[in-house]
């Protein structure tokens, strides 16, 4: 006879173990399917995806601190070295305590990790093939596939471990590339470009639209373009990559302009980043009958993540909606409390995004470019971080906050934030979007003085009231 669950979830990733966690919290008897060979949880986000590239992006943005920076603070420094064994080291060492940390909260809360690939059958039943082969059978009343995406890959130049990578190698470059080739202007391609070129690559980006980071606000992208040029980037826009050869321990990449100009790139190791797709291989989707789109391979849901087929839920990447872990996340959380009765909500107009090159970008609700196709009336509000105490005294003289206020109602529509630490300065406007506030309401909130957070302050005062005090 099969394990019996209330709830099985295939996948261990922010989607799967937090859905798994919260849905345990509430009582239900549940299972957390993951098929990592070395059986960690946390899915692509703590494996090989957010955390071990964020460990990487503070690592290295310290040593361009030190060899960059620090002068201008009056810290003298000797000859500064990198070591990479160590810093890759200690990226690692981030990756298993955080992934150690997911299987004792299994253990707390008791939600049963089962290790092993699985296959949904017909009837709320999961086959489970173990590492070693062996086979079992698992059936809940409930299945939540969470499965997550992989990297999308170029057909004409397949991905080979080594030299044309995805973004997992491209954790792991030993010794350091000399001229990192990067296909795509997107978070992954920024955001490991980045990593690279601070520890001393060359670092070419080809973009195929027009712009980089084509989804942002367009004056971001346009200031982040010009920023990462001044910090060395070659950055190719309007470029249509068409293939890739590899001679010895080179790599040419060739190339088409927008006015149909061969071009052609050599560089020791190329980074394709152009994309994530559902992963669904192995899954049984066609057997067990659960509709997804055959373009994109979403998996179609209703509003309570519900396939076609009764019983089978999906969350996360594999459904539509920004490929992100905390909307995965957040998901999850939504998914477990109305199984167990609840009756909780999501707000995907409030989901925040973040890129974590240096300075760091974020934002929240619609760009001035979305803003502007709905035909609403807007206010735009705009307070520089060199006009902020803090920022000048951090020497960070980079970057600007961006409020989008509603012209009528004075509702925030939109914040964009190009500068030190956007990553934890936006929460505050996620706040005051899903309290669906004004401008009014951010700006009279008092702000720590000195604090990078009185930008967002003065830019809110500058979207309602025309003028902020300090500029
Ligand atoms: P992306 O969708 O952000 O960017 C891919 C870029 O590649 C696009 O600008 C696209 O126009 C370009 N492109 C596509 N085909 C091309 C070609 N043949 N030649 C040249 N350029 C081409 O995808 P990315 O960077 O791979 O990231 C994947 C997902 O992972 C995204 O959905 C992102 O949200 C998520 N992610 C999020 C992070 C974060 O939250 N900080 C960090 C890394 C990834």
Redesign the pocket.
């Given at each position: 006879m099969a394990d019996q669950y209330d709830l099985i979830v295939i996948g261990g990733g922010p989607g799967g173990y937090t859905a798994a966690i919260r849905a345990a919290q509430l009582g239900l008897k549940t299972a957390c399917v993951e098929k990592r060979e070395n059986k960690a949880l946390g899915g692509t986000c703590l494996n090989v995806?957010?955390i071990p590239?964020k460990a990487l992006l503070d690592s290295s943005e310290m040593y361009e601190t030190t060899t960059h920076k620090l002068a201008r603070h009056g810290v003298k420094v000797g000859s500064v070295a990198l070591d990479l064994d160590t810093m890759l080291k200690r990226k690692d060492k981030v990756v298993s305590e955080l992934t150690g940390g997911v299987a004792y909260l299994f253990k707390k809360y008791g939600v049963t990790p089962v290790f092993g690939s699985a296959k949904l059958l017909k009837g709320n039943k999961v086959e489970v093939t173990a590492a070693g082969g062996a086979k079992s059978t698992l059936e809940a009343k409930s299945v939540l596939l969470a499965t997550g995406?992989e990297?999308?890959e170029?057909p004409f130049m397949k991905f080979d471990g080594k030299h044309i990578v995805s973004?997992t190698e491209a954790l792991n470059f030993n010794p350091v590339p000399k001229h990192l080739i990067v296909?795509?202007?997107?978070?992954?391609?920024?955001?490991l470009g980045s990593v690279w070129k601070r520890l001393g690559s060359k670092v070419t980006v080809?973009?195929?639209?027009p712009r980089?980071?084509?989804?942002s606000d367009g004056e971001i992208a346009s200031d982040v373009h010009k920023l990462l040029t001044k910090q060395g980037f070659e950055i190719h826009v309007d470029?249509?990559?068409t293939g890739a050869k590899v001679s010895g321990d080179n790599v040419t990449v060739t190339?088409q302009s927008k006015d149909g100009k061969e071009l052609s790139f050599q560089g020791d190791r190329v980074l394709v980043?152009?994309?994530?797709r559902p992963y669904t291989a192995g899954l049984g989707l066609d057997d067990a009958g659960v509709k997804y789109d055959a373009k994109s391979g979403r998996v179609e849901v209703n509003q309570h993540f519900q396939t076609n087929v009764t019983g089978v839920y999906a969350i996360g990447?594999l459904i539509a909606g920004?490929?992100?872990?905390h909307k995965a996340s957040e998901e999850g959380v939504v998914f477990a409390e109305t199984l167990a009765g609840m009756k909780p909500h999501i707000n995907y107009d409030a989901i925040p995004?973040?890129?974590?090159i240096w300075p760091e970008v974020s934002s929240v609700g619609l760009t001035e470019e979305q803003v502007k196709e709905k035909g609403t009336e807007y206010r735009v509000g705009k307070f520089k971080f060199s006009a902020t105490g803090r920022a000048k005294a951090m020497d960070e003289q980079d970057g600007y906050v961006k409020v989008l206020a509603d012209a009528k109602t004075d509702r925030v529509l939109g914040v964009h934030i190009l500068g030190p630490r956007a990553s934890d300065l936006i929460a505050e406007c996620v706040t005051i979007m899903e309290f669906k506030g004004s401008a009014e309401d951010i700006a009279r909130c008092t702000h720590a003085h000195p604090t990078l957070s009185e930008a967002v302050g003065e830019a809110a005062r500058m979207a309602w009231a025309g003028k902020p005090l300090n500029s």
């Open positions: 995806g957010c590239s995406s990297s999308a170029l973004s296909v795509g202007g997107g978070y992954i391609g920024l955001e080809l973009e195929f639209l980089i980071l084509s989804i470029t249509k990559v190339a980043a152009v994309g994530r990447d920004p490929m992100l872990a995004s973040v890129i974590y």
